[in-house]
């Protein structure tokens, strides 16, 4: 077994998360195509449920990560599980082109949020909720080591999650190159930016990345970015909630954009 994705990858995705258990359920579940977060699969699983499960989950890009049992005994029922479970997402995801068609239909340029690595899942839905409330035409997030959106993001978002477009893909990194070529500056929001927030150009075709909430945004999607901006500080601290530092970003944007009209 593929032991390099396992239980040492912690993060907060997994409260009030919805999931299904058992070889049959999951493999049905996978080959409906219906949004699923990931998949964990129990240390020592019988081969053939192994490769069934590995198989159907590559075919359709859903993540596998292997677990000690103990993990899954304490989610799942221990006699039904077969050592699989599948937590489902409840939202549908789409693909980044729907996001330009939306821009597109609203006869505006492409405003997108990008989303570098979030870990907590009500941050992801608090993000949500400023993003819709500004404008944003959708929102790119990473299919791995980030949280995904589940019960907890969708009330943290009052229901904006139901609302925006949001696109999950395997590498941010290169969806950047991406929106580069279809025509976006890509504005990265972090403390080591050399202009304030206010001084950024938001009023065109542009997607703003946001990073993680203890690292901030990572080296190679910094690298891509056109732009490094900051919000200025005065008191000690250094940092804000990573909620509200996107909201000051994104109601400039708006401001901004609104104003271009």
Not at 201 to 228: H, N, Q, T
Request: with cysteine.
């Amino acid at each position: 077994m593929d032991k390099r994705k396992n239980d040492s990858l912690q993060d907060n995705s997994f409260e009030s998360e919805d999931y299904i258990y058992g070889k049959n359920p999951v493999l049905e579940y996978i080959r409906s195509q219906k949004p699923v977060n990931r998949i964990m699969l129990m240390e020592g699983i019988n081969p053939s449920t192994y490769a069934q499960i590995m198989n159907e989950s590559k075919k359709y890009n859903v993540e596998v990560r292997i677990v000690k049992a103990s993990q899954i005994n304490n989610i799942a029922p221990q006699s039904v599980h077969q050592g699989v479970i599948a937590y489902i997402s409840p939202v549908t995801y789409c693909d980044v082109e729907d996001i330009f068609n939306k821009a597109k239909e609203d006869g505006e340029s492409p405003f997108i949020l990008v989303l570098d690595g979030l870990t907590d899942s009500r941050n992801i839905g608090a993000v949500i909720r400023s993003a819709e409330a500004a404008g944003v035409h959708g929102v790119i997030m990473a299919k791995r080591r980030a949280a995904a959106i589940n019960a907890a993001s969708v009330k943290a978002s009052a229901g904006a999650v139901g609302k925006m477009l949001i696109a999950r893909v395997s590498n941010i990194a290169s969806t950047i190159d991406e929106l580069k070529d279809k025509g976006l500056w890509i504005t990265g929001a972090d403390i080591a930016g050399t202009q304030p927030y206010y001084m950024c150009d938001f009023k065109g075709p542009v997607a703003l990345v946001i990073g993680s909430e203890d690292k901030g945004i990572s080296r190679l999607v910094m690298e891509k970015c056109d732009f490094l901006s900051k919000i200025p500080m005065k008191g000690t601290m250094n940092s804000l909630n990573v909620s509200v530092a996107t909201g000051i970003f994104l109601f400039e944007a708006l401001k901004q954009r609104m104003n271009d009209r």
